[in-house]
């Protein structure tokens, strides 16, 4: 019990924690190296009318990337599906349509890995705009 006290042996168990404490702390590190910071997502724009709705613009954007469709046709544009990386952290969709009547409705939605992330919804008669952002940044 007395050679444990002594300076020899302390500065030996010291030198061994001092190791063992190193040691742990670069396996730690190295396991948050492997995750992965963006993510890929599958993302659809959508666009529908009700009844007798007349397009006038669509306008799409993913980062800094826009798009503008003018007159589309139907009552339903879609973009297709594409794949979006969350680096380009924002995406944005806006359109404008000719209601005709007071019951007519216009919806934009945001579609990422096959779920409504983001909608908007007008109602009303004349040339109304509907707009919907989504970002990928957790705030």
């Given at each position: 019990m007395k050679q444990f006290y002594k300076s020899k042996s302390l500065f030996r168990l010291s030198f061994l924690f001092v190791a063992l404490f190193s040691l742990i702390t670069v396996v730690n590190s190295c396991k948050d190296d492997d995750e992965e910071e963006f993510q890929d997502h599958v993302v659809q724009f959508e666009v529908k009318g009700s009844?007798?709705?007349?397009?006038?613009?669509?306008?799409?954007?993913?980062?800094t990337d826009q798009n503008t469709i003018y007159d589309p046709?139907?009552?339903?544009?879609?973009?297709?599906?594409?794949f979006v990386s969350s680096s380009q952290s924002q995406l944005n969709l806006a359109a404008n349509a000719e209601l005709p009547n007071p019951d007519s409705?216009?919806?934009v939605s945001i579609w990422i890995d096959g779920e409504v992330a983001k909608s908007d919804t007008v109602t009303?008669?004349?040339t109304l705009s509907a707009a919907v952002t989504h970002s990928f940044l957790e705030l």
């Open positions: 009844q007798n709705v007349v397009f006038k613009t669509v306008v799409t954007q993913v980062g046709t139907g009552t339903l544009w879609t973009s297709g599906e594409f409705q216009l919806i009303g008669t004349g």
